[in-house]
């Protein structure tokens, strides 16, 4: 089984039958976007049609997409078998901003969708942890609210996979949030990170982060994880005037393990 999550940076819109092929050109089971915007990436109800009729084709049925705002980031997550939306929601957080002043956001229900796959025998948890710059409060205040909901459901068969503005490596993330995904592994999570690369392109065009993620219960076994910036001719993210997205792909490779652990 390959599952696979992309940050597509609200682009659906340019080119939907290039992002479609070139993300079926991976052969992915699982297809997990962030940053998926309804009237931004699909502005048009063509563009939105040819991308999923692409997908469509090859076997995947109709999507599930979290419930937010224009102006909200989205989760879009999409399979070769039925999915059915699951109960867990996360909540309108309040914090507090550098002036003192209570904020709530919705920036964090809009920005996690989960979801069965009956037929398979496993839940999915899309996220994209949000991160507005100056708001770092919210960005903590997510990061607890995964911990204490990941924690709950570690026993169960679970992926919990997308963008979650964290890097594991302590000189590329503040300790707060490579903290947190060490936390995830101890906490018994299979962090199915790539060993080699790096998936975010700053704006200069440099590699650096390691951003997106892929986090398995123990009842699965994990074969090989890549970041892809580039396959079969399709750039998902680069230096390059055409490349679709200013993160590269994420693809795990995985089995659930039919006899339990």
Same mark, same amino acid.
């Given at each position: 089984? !390959?599952?696979? %999550?992309?940050? $597509?940076?609200?682009?659906?819109?340019?080119?939907?039958?290039?992002?479609?092929?070139?993300?079926?050109?991976?052969?992915?089971?699982?297809?997990?976007?962030?940053?998926?915007?309804?009237? @931004?990436?699909?502005?048009?109800?063509?563009?939105?049609?040819?991308?999923?009729?692409?997908?469509?084709? @090859?076997?995947?049925?109709?999507?599930? $997409?979290?419930?937010?705002?224009?102006?909200?980031?989205? @989760?879009?997550?999409?399979? +070769?078998?039925?999915?059915?939306?699951?109960?867990? +929601?996360?909540?309108?957080? %309040?914090?507090?901003?550098?002036?003192?002043?209570?904020?709530?956001?919705?920036?964090?229900?809009?920005?996690?969708?989960?979801?069965?796959?009956?037929?398979?025998?496993?839940?999915?948890?899309?996220?994209?942890?949000?991160?507005?710059?100056?708001?770092?409060?919210?960005?903590?205040?997510?990061?607890?609210?995964?911990?204490?909901?990941?924690? +709950?459901?570690?026993?169960?068969?679970?992926?919990?996979?997308?963008?979650?503005?964290?890097?594991?490596?302590?000189? !590329?993330?503040?300790? #707060? #949030?490579?903290?947190?995904?060490?936390?995830?592994?101890?906490?018994?999570?299979?962090?199915?990170?790539?060993?080699?690369?790096?998936?975010?392109?700053?704006?200069?065009?440099?590699?650096? !982060?390691?951003?997106?993620?892929?986090?398995?219960?123990?009842?699965?076994?994990?074969?090989?994880?890549?970041? $892809?910036?580039?396959?079969?001719? #399709?750039?998902?993210?680069?230096?390059?005037?055409?490349?679709?997205?200013?993160?590269?792909?994420? @693809?795990?490779?995985?089995?659930?393990?039919?006899?339990?652990?």
């Amino acid at each position: 089984m !390959k599952v696979l %999550t992309w940050n $597509i940076n609200h682009r659906v819109k340019e080119d939907p039958h290039q992002m479609a092929k070139g993300l079926l050109s991976l052969e992915p089971d699982i297809i997990v976007l962030t940053e998926y915007r309804p009237g @931004v990436s699909h502005t048009s109800r063509e563009s939105r049609r040819f991308f999923m009729e692409d997908l469509k084709l @090859v076997g995947f049925s109709d999507p599930t $997409i979290s419930q937010g705002s224009k102006d909200e980031n989205l @989760v879009f997550i999409i399979a +070769k078998t039925h999915l059915i939306e699951g109960e867990i +929601k996360a909540p309108v957080l %309040t914090v507090t901003t550098r002036m003192g002043k209570t904020q709530e956001t919705t920036s964090l229900p809009s920005n996690v969708l989960h979801v069965k796959a009956p037929e398979w025998g496993f839940d999915i948890l899309g996220i994209r942890i949000p991160d507005y710059g100056k708001q770092d409060r919210l960005r903590r205040a997510s990061w607890d609210w995964l911990l204490e909901i990941s924690s +709950k459901i570690k026993n169960d068969p679970f992926v919990i996979l997308g963008d979650f503005n964290a890097d594991r490596d302590p000189s !590329k993330s503040p300790a #707060y #949030y490579g903290n947190c995904i060490e936390k995830l592994v101890t906490d018994g999570w299979q962090h199915a990170q790539p060993k080699t690369g790096s998936n975010f392109v700053t704006i200069n065009g440099g590699w650096e !982060k390691q951003l997106d993620h892929i986090f398995l219960s123990r009842h699965f076994t994990y074969h090989s994880a890549e970041y $892809i910036s580039e396959n079969d001719g #399709y750039v998902f993210a680069g230096k390059q005037p055409g490349a679709m997205s200013d993160h590269a792909v994420l @693809v795990v490779d995985a089995d659930l393990e039919k006899n339990g652990v």
